[in-house]
């Protein structure tokens, strides 16, 4: 069955630290959602709300329709910012305890741990104790935990952080592998690029709210359009008392201007033209890294 992950208006303070403020957003059945946002602006306190291992002050979080609950717990595949294995258990031991304790029987448990861990490539580390695996393998280990008990639902708080492009490639297929199957997958990162590859959806978050939730067209399509110009001889400041456009930066006769939806390229190349040559002039949509920048400094 699929499911649909629902975060209705939580909120969530520490103290005087208001770490999430009436945040919405869903997750839907086969979906990859990226989860981005600075550091420290909520997100994996919001992760842990949707596991239920913390409460929100108010709001609710839904699996199809019904409360997080331990129940609906054990069908969720998490793994954690600060990762959360022992260390000196032995690898498959450790992972068949963790398929069981979600409830799945001890020969359905170790039929999957071969299976995964052969999958995610540590196959010939089931003996050795945690502690004994390098970071990277570890982490593997981490996702090999959240896959074990076939969740119906994917929580990863940066599951990407620390690993090598081989694991990341590894890691990268087998998300878009559960994603086909149905489940909703949601994981949280600062590495854009492959945000901006991988997720169907993507939430950006500052300061406990969510500031943009789409596609990575819709909000590439919403944020405001760059334009690269290379005028050698222009001054700094040349295009300062245009409306609505922004300087980004100048540097050795390149500027990169941001430009409000109103705003007539032509005219832009137009004043260029008055300081001099213009070599190059060229508008690009801006990447996810660009409308994050837009996003958290706004
Ligand atoms: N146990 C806690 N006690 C007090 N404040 C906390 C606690 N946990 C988180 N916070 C605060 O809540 C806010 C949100 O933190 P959170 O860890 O959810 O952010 P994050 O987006 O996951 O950050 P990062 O990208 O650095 O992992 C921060 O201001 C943080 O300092």
Redesign the pocket.
Known sequence: MSHTLTIDGIS?R??D?V??DDLSFEVRPGEIFGFV????????????IALGVLSADSGEVRLSGKPVDLDVRRTIGYMP?ERGLYPKMKVGKQLAYLAELHGISRSAARNAVARWTERLGIADRVGDTVDALSLGNQQRVQLAAALVHDPAVLVL??PFSGLDPVAVDVMSDVLVEKANTGVPVIF?S?QLELVQRLCHRVGI?SH?RMRAVGTVDELRGGGNARLEVHAPEAPVGWAHHLDGVTTISHLDGRTLLSLDDHVDDQLVLHTALKTGPVHEFSLHRPTLTDLFREVVTA
Do not use: P
Not at 37 to 48: D, I, L, P, Y
């Open positions: 969530k520490y103290g630290v770490a999430l946002g600075s550091n420290g602006a909520g997100k994996t306190t919001t992760m842990r910012e708080d940066e949280s600062h978050i406990g």
